[in-house]
């Protein structure tokens, strides 16, 4: 089965710096995709981000992008001038490739909390 | 469109009361999905369903119970609360094919005493 690590519970940035969030992850299968989800005081789950394994370029998306490292398993969100308004809790998800055999499930991390300082 | 809506928001149980979770989507996906989130936890997937008439067991279904006889409603249902059961719990659903984004409800805290 496949397992999400985020191994930073908890991690703090200066409004308008750069914050890296880390995340792992364990599998044996070639294709699946893998998603930063950012989730603020609301609860509300809102996507950020979004990497399919096949692409080897990693994706952006305005101040955030990814470092992926598919040898390593390892998946970063890059949040660059952070803004008040990105604390929250960010959880990376992975998701295999149904069409290859795998589930459809989303397997989450435990999550890390970004508190941002002005 | 709404997206996926839940309700109710929040909701107390007495132990061994039951309630029903309602989930709405309106973007005519197939997959739908239930999450629990404990406090300080990602989130653990309950039950999900692959389209009408098709549902299957996700990490955590015990004491759980879901149908899924139309594309656009999910409910969830639980027999005999348990305080084990107090959570957050999320409705999503996504489309069958690239790129499989998830779409969450807003989440309805549920707590028994």
């Known amino acids: 089965a496949q397992t999400v690590t985020q191994s930073q519970p908890e991690m703090s940035v200066q409004e308008a710096e750069t914050v890296t969030l880390s995340c792992t992850y364990d599998t044996s299968e070639s294709d699946y995709y893998l998603f930063w989800y950012k989730q603020p005081p609301s609860r509300q789950m809102i996507l950020v981000i979004r990497?399919?394994?096949?692409?080897?370029q990693n994706a952006t998306e305005n101040r955030f992008s990814v470092n992926f490292q598919k040898a390593a398993k390892s998946f970063s969100l890059k949040i660059s001038d952070s803004q008040l308004g990105d604390a929250a809790m960010y959880f990376c998800a992975y998701r295999s490739d149904h069409t290859q055999g795998g589930s459809e499930k989303l397997v989450f991390g435990k999550g890390t909390k970004l508190t941002v300082n002005p | 469109n709404a997206g996926v809506t839940q309700t109710p928001k929040f909701r107390i149980l007495k132990i061994g009361q039951s309630m029903t979770l309602q989930c709405t989507q309106d973007?005519?996906?197939?997959?739908m999905y239930w999450y629990r989130q404990d406090p300080g936890m990602g989130l653990k997937l309950i039950y999900y369903?692959?389209?009408?008439?098709?549902?299957d067991k996700g990490e955590v279904p015990n004491g759980y119970n879901v149908s899924r006889s139309t594309t656009e409603d999910f409910p969830l249902r639980l027999e005999l609360a348990a305080p084990s059961q107090t959570s957050v719990y999320f409705c999503?659903?996504?489309?069958?094919?690239?790129?499989?984004?998830?779409?969450f409800g807003p989440g309805t805290r549920l707590t028994v005493t």
């Open positions: 999503a659903s996504s489309y069958p094919l690239e790129p499989y984004e998830q779409y």
């Open positions: 990497q399919e394994a096949y692409k080897q």
């Open positions: 973007m005519n996906h197939n997959y």
């Open positions: 369903s692959v389209g009408a008439g098709i549902t």
